[in-house]
């Protein structure tokens, strides 16, 4: 029964998501991973009653390779979100070539079998098919630790990138993809504990599945969701020649899909010399000691390089060469020694902790005592108690 709940609730969010207005790619690939995910849980639930073991084994059968695809699904949908998927729909495709192969292969060898031996196959695991299971087996745990790993080393990326670019990253760290990862890590070591268990006469094909069902409803929830977490970069300097003149010439602009797909400028190669970074460095310097940007709790790099008409990439060196520190932590900075100033200042005594952090430039309590702890050490209460002693 928990087999045809886990299939409904996947076509169902699947349904839900091809009704979402302003699908992006990421939707796109979950909607389609989504009735894999059901359709795939449905035939197990076939596999797993006797009498329709009996009647629809060939079409059971069909599930066999669809172990190969939830890795690259899984892939493809966290290259979608961290802005790294291949726009080539060849070297999409390329992801699904183990599970192509296995198809052939059982058209060739398992499909054409009467009924009768395919059902056999399926009561004694795979008996005379020896050589094929246990291959299949070993590409599935490879492929599935293979995409597992690529997966989080895409998130790893994402989230450096983030904190070049945004001085609040609250709703855009995509915490939730990882949680999946670490969902589909389980899904892989149950099957693993399953071939093991298998070599002493025991499966536990049931237990695969329940732990893949938890994963289907936290799938389908956050993947609802989740929203878009760039910014268009085509924005990061203003056109008017007479601005830009004057500053730092931004590097030749290229389509928007070209530019997305391609690395950031190397610094060995960029056109900031020493002269025009230092002197950039002392206009952000002015810029946020007078105007206080920090307080726009907003804040980004492309906006911060629009002020500058510079191209960000040029910013973000400058931020990262001259002031050693990610654009996160160089604008959060600032905000903690507002926040402390704030403190210090008698006339605050009237006002909240979480009041003064907000004017600071900070989003919200949970991003500022999370900064605040892990730069000082503190709480901010804690630190309001020490000034006191003083």
């Not at 996947?10 to 091809?18: D, H, K, P």
Request: net charge positive; proline share 3%.
């Amino acid at each position: 029964m928990i087999f045809i709940f886990g299939s409904g609730l996947a076509f169902f969010l699947g349904i839900l998501l091809l009704g979402k207005k302003g699908k992006s790619k990421s939707d796109k690939i979950l909607t389609v991973w989504m009735f894999f995910i059901s359709l795939h849980l449905f035939l197990f639930s076939l596999y797993n009653n006797e009498d329709y073991l009996f009647k629809y084994a060939r079409y059971i059968s069909f599930g066999i390779p669809f172990p190969l695809i939830h890795g690259p699904f899984l892939y493809l949908y966290t290259a979608s979100l961290t802005r790294h998927l291949s726009q080539k729909k060849h070297v999409k495709y390329f992801h699904f070539l183990p599970a192509i192969t296995d198809y052939l292969l059982l058209a060739i060898f398992l499909f054409p079998l009467p009924l009768e031996r395919i059902v056999e196959l399926f009561i004694n695991y795979g008996q005379g098919f020896e050589v094929y299971n246990n291959i299949h087996s070993i590409v599935i745990l490879i492929s599935g630790i293979g995409y597992i790993i690529g997966s989080q080393i895409l998130l790893t990326k994402h989230k450096k990138k983030i904190r070049n670019e945004f001085s609040n990253i609250d709703g855009i760290n995509l915490n939730w993809l990882r949680v999946l990862i670490y969902g589909l890590t389980a899904i892989y070591i149950t099957v693993l504990l399953n071939e093991v268990s298998f070599k002493f006469g025991f499966r536990s094909e049931i237990l695969i599945y329940i732990v893949a069902v938890v994963f289907i409803a936290v799938l389908g929830y956050f993947g609802i969701k989740q929203t878009s977490v760039f910014v268009d970069q085509s924005r990061s300097f203003q056109n008017n020649p007479e601005d830009i003149k004057n500053k730092i010439p931004a590097p030749h602009v290229k389509s928007e899909q070209k530019k997305e797909n391609e690395a950031v400028v190397r610094y060995a190669k960029s056109g900031l010399n020493k002269d025009k970074a230092q002197k950039l460095k002392t206009e952000i310097e002015k810029a946020m000691e007078v105007e206080k940007l920090y307080t726009n709790s907003d804040l980004s790099l492309n906006e911060l390089a629009n002020k500058f008409s510079i191209h960000s990439n040029y910013l973000s060196q400058v931020i990262n060469e001259q002031f050693d520190k990610n654009f996160y932590d160089f604008i959060n900075t600032y905000r903690l020694e507002e926040f402390k100033g704030m403190m210090a200042n008698p006339r605050s005594k009237n006002f909240t902790l979480l009041s003064l952090a907000l004017d600071s430039g900070f989003s919200s309590k949970s991003s500022f005592n999370r900064y605040f702890k892990k730069s000082t050490g503190k709480t901010p209460s804690q630190y309001a108690d020490s000034l006191k002693n003083q």
